[in-house]
């Protein structure tokens, strides 16, 4: 019999587009709530048919470097979010980052940063502050957490918990790596405790936010780092995943680009309780 696992990744308050208690989301994602509902709907569906679970927990602190609060314009002005900052943007002074001020070494870092992004083609994206460390926004959509403890009850099994993004210093959409390792923190490095619970599943499904980012960049880490056959083992429930605004175009092309390495995408209720 083959081992199901459902990879949940980011699936938290800040991300969905709906308040939680009187609080507004930090980052919503058009459509994340109600995809976590589908998702909610396929895991009490499915409770025995899935083996294990993993979610991801994307974390920030206050301060980091990919927060727009954190830099300030030509005129000292907070710079809106989404706006992208390139290594000349900060050699010009049209912008500058208040992490900088650390010390000088890490002026330094920053623009070394900045360079390191331009040579894989990226820009540094300024986002707003985010599932801040000990804030209702980095909670589990709740609806999703309570069909996920109600999993764990019927299978006494514990699901898996995967932290990512609390270096300030680097970004990390993957939940397998950062986008680019800050020396001397393992935890930014290849996550090789997670790549083996993914590598011992027979089928991995996945959901969560954001897929033009998080679940795009780690998708694409595992396609990258995993056995050779993991595309096959992949299917990508589509709709229990949203693009963040402006990205779709991203997203599509993510989808097509996996589809064609041998990934299976499906709707939650294609998903039957017949194991592959």
Known sequence: MNAIQ??????????????????????????AYQDCLRLVRLIDRLADAIDSVVVTLDLHHSIDLAHHTMWRD????????????TAA?????????????ISADAERYVLQYLQNLEQQG?????????????????????ELAGALQRWETKRLTPIDVIEKGLNIWTENFSAL?????????????????????????????????????????????LLLYGPADVAERLTLLTDCMSPVPGCAALAEQFFNDVRQRGVRLAASSEIGLVRP
Do not use: E, M
Not at 89 to 101: E, F, I, K, P, W
Not at 130 to 138: E, F, M, N, P, Q
């Open 74 to 85: 030509a005129n000292g002005a907070v710079p809106p979010p989404f706006t992208q900052v």
């Open 177 to 221: 790596k950062a986008v680019i390792p800050y020396p001397g923190d393992a935890d930014t490095d290849l996550n090789r405790h997670l790549l083996d619970l993914l590598a011992g599943a027979d089928s991995v499904w996945v959901a969560g936010q954001a897929s033009s980012h998080c679940v795009r960049q780690t998708v694409l880490d």
């Open 6 to 31: 459902l990879l949940v990744i980011d699936a938290q308050n800040d991300f969905c587009d709906r308040p939680f208690g009187s609080l507004l989301p930090a980052l919503p994602v058009p459509g």
């Open 122 to 142: 990226l820009a540094l994206t300024l986002w707003p502050p985010h599932c801040l460390v000990g804030s209702a926004g980095a909670n589990l959509n709740a």
């Open 89 to 101: 943007d900060l050699r010009s002074g049209r912008y500058r980052t208040l992490t900088a001020q």
